[in-house]
């Protein structure tokens, strides 16, 4: 477990934003101006005065790069906002009195109109679609030069569910997370493991994850044709995927923006093209660092191709967004699978105090003891099948027959016992609550493959 502070994004004034909307009719402090007619068919309108307040749960989506060429004296563009069929724009630039504004659906037309302030909200956008807009300073001769394109594709649904159906399954059926063991053969020291994992930490499952915003591990789904942009690693950039990854504005953080934890940020890109395969862009430690490039920051990162096998996608003794070389997404328990009644994949979790050493599909150890019974990274672990569950009930009864089918995958260094699930108020707490009384020692381990181990 490791830390990092994550600076508040600054907060937009509503009362300073100026608006275009999809009903061909603009106001300025109550005046009405002539519209524009956008070549997609699309109308867009401008108003100074119209609010935008956006939760931390909308669900569109920003990416910013700079355009090559662009004049020193041009704007900036950036992200201020998003939301679930709008963006909000936010520029720095020379003195002006009025400003251009130009938007377009990407491959369109340009859609024109001017606002007096340094902020403008597009409306009136579809889901899942690409968007371009820049703007200009306008003068007595003119307007120009053009900032930066600011390139926006909106979310297929809000942050922190529901969660759209991203497409794709986590990976082939049977394969590393997916791997059923409830019939693999124990470890020849199962017991010894299991009582050295309760000799340093807690005795008792516990989901780390509920209705509380605060807990649990978030991801975004996003379209297959979301823009990229730049992530600058600043700790483990050795043994990191390289850039650019489709993280949007506002993409949601483990912990929240002030968090001082992990700060994981997970995002699922559907496929490009029908019948392909999801990929996934994990960070540890990540901070938005914004700009015209809509930049991000992060200890490390990885990419996971889910249509492929996990074996071999990242090098031996490499980290990942999670200290075992392993993706985080595919161990989430979702809110949305547990709903349908099956859970059919390992459930990541965390110890105290981990071996230096792991085994497959995980590709690195954080550790600096050497004890035989203590867990490596990736070891499987499951509920024994003499463990009575009758006694559980709705979701708590689904997520424990998954720990005998499927059992726990070690990921990370942590809290004993700690399970994992997606971030979504709608999960029941009091329904959760139940894993609690399910003891350490109702668990045995599964026999390993090869260790790759310094000890």
Known sequence: MQTALKAAAPPVDPASVATVRSNGVARRGGALVAAFVLAASASFVLAASASFVLAASASFVLA????????????????????????????????????????????????????????????????????????????????????????????????????????????????????????????????????????????????????????????????????????????????????????????????????????HVLILRRPREPGGSCHLFELYRARELGGARNAWAADSGAVFDLGAPLAGQRPGGWTSADAAGLPIYPGLVTYEEVRSGVVDHAIRVTFERTRRGYVPPATHHASDSCHPHRPPMGLRLRLAASYDISGLTGDARVIATALKRYGLIVADNGSNWYITGSTDRRWDDQDLNQLKAIPGDAFEVVAPGPETSPC
């Open 64 to 263: 910013a790069s700079a355009s090559a060429g662009a004049r020193p004296d041009a704007a900036k563009l950036r992200v201020a906002a998003v939301g679930t069929d709008a963006i909000v724009l936010r520029w720095d630039g020379p003195e002006a009195r009025r400003w251009a504004i130009r938007h377009r659906e990407a491959g369109g037309g340009w859609a024109r109109d001017r606002t007096r302030g340094r902020r403008a909200r597009l409306g009136g956008l579809a889901r899942g679609t690409v968007h371009e807009a820049q703007v200009a300073p306008c003068r007595r001769r003119g307007c120009g030069p053009w900032s930066n394109i600011a390139r926006t594709a909106t979310l297929l649904a809000p942050f922190n569910g529901p969660h759209p159906d991203p497409g794709c399954e986590a990976f082939p059926p049977g394969d590393g997370f997916n791997r059923d063991v409830s019939a693999a053969p124990l470890a020849a020291d199962s017991e010894q493991i299991i009582d050295r994992i309760g000799a340093d930490g807690g005795d008792f499952l516990h989901p780390d994850f509920g209705s509380n915003p605060g807990y649990g591990i978030p991801f975004a789904v996003v379209p297959g044709d979301q823009p990229a942009v730049p992530v600058r690693f600043r700790a483990y950039g050795d043994e990191s995927d390289a850039g650019p990854y489709p993280v949007p504005p506002g993409a949601p953080v483990e912990g929240g923006r002030r968090s001082d934890g992990d700060r």
